[in-house]
């Protein structure tokens, strides 16, 4: 079995280091009217470059843009239908993090590419390969209010969301991207919506040409839906393994067809995490896995972490992998 090391999605954008805060002053410069938008996008170009050469020198194999700008997890891609503007903020779960709610006023209808630059920037400026990150339509919908009277139900939202969601899939597949993320943490809370949800991957799925999907949750118990998680339509299932005390035991019981992304290094805590617990983690999950080769990863974004911190839970990885293969794990 191999371990392919990977970065969830986020990274900090701000580090302690002068240049690492060059996108935090340039932006209070554009809210202030003493740059241009062009020298923004400059500024956030630079600090993608930066990133990504940051995961790839703590020994991540995939990386990510970092989402350097986006606001937020949502109103990046939401904000720019048509039909939807944004609200107030919001709580992202139970995270630090704030979002502006979409508020939709209409079908939402997909417009034009948004996320396909910020991949390209990426895979120019990047040695290795560039993961694509994207916010799940259910997830969207159940974040957002709907003042439409033509959308009924949240079924309605989410398969509009997804309709307009595929074409970003279909776009980052053709910009080259060979694994594209859905993080979708809301269906967790809503367990009963498996079949909608299903519905609403498999729109996603229908444009995904080469690409592999990676359906990610996370801010919650995984294990409860981890037998329906096996029939969905991708590729890769990613967990975040610190809500649940039961998901292990499912995997160890159910097995997976479908690759893995192990999100056994928490993202949310600056603490380091013990070696040996993760070793006896791979030793319960990797025997049951039926393909040949996991994901292992942070369990969600790292935008939580200060930055020398998210640095360190990467580099812990690439030392749990090289330990873990060099006692036999492989």
Not at 193 to 210: Q, V
């Amino acid at each position: 079995m191999r371990l392919i090391l990977m970065n969830n999605s986020s990274y900090p954008r701000v580090g302690d280091r002068p240049q690492e805060q060059r996108l935090r002053r340039t932006r209070t410069k554009k809210d202030e009217g003493r740059v241009s938008e062009r020298q923004l996008r400059e500024a956030e170009n630079m600090t993608i470059t930066e990133v990504a050469r940051e995961q790839i020198a703590a020994g991540m194999e995939i990386v990510t843009d970092g989402m350097v700008r986006w606001h937020d997890p949502l109103s990046h891609l939401a904000g720019q239908l048509e039909n939807v503007r944004l609200g107030g903020l919001r709580r992202y779960f139970d995270s630090n993090f704030l979002y502006r709610e979409p508020v939709v006023e209409g079908v939402p209808r997909w417009v034009k590419p948004v996320l396909g630059e910020d991949l390209e920037h990426a895979r120019n400026n990047s040695t290795r390969p560039v993961k694509g990150i994207l916010p799940g339509p259910y997830t969207t919908a159940r974040c957002s209010r709907d003042n439409d009277q033509g959308l009924e139900s949240i079924g309605d939202l989410t398969m509009a969301f997804a309709e307009a969601f595929a074409n970003e899939v279909e776009v980052m597949a053709e910009a080259g991207a060979k694994i594209i993320q859905i993080d979708e943490p809301a269906i967790l809370s809503h367990p009963d919506d498996i079949g909608l949800f299903r519905e609403a991957m498999g729109i996603l799925a229908a444009k995904k040409g080469e690409a592999q999907l990676s359906l990610t949750t996370y801010f919650g118990d995984a294990a409860k839906l981890y037998g329906d998680f096996q029939d969905m339509p991708v590729e890769i299932l990613g967990f975040d393994f610190t809500y649940s005390e039961d998901l292990i035991s499912n995997i160890e019981m159910v097995g997976s067809s479908k690759v893995l992304a192990l999100g056994l290094v928490d993202g949310r805590n600056t603490t380091m995490e013990d070696l040996e617990d993760v070793f006896r983690s791979f030793d319960r999950i990797l025997p049951r896995v039926s393909v040949d080769h996991c994901y292992l990863t942070p369990s969600c974004g790292l935008e939580f972490l200060p930055r020398d911190r998210a640095r360190r839970k990467l580099e812990l990885m690439t030392t749990l992998r090289f330990r873990y293969s060099k006692a036999g794990g492989r």
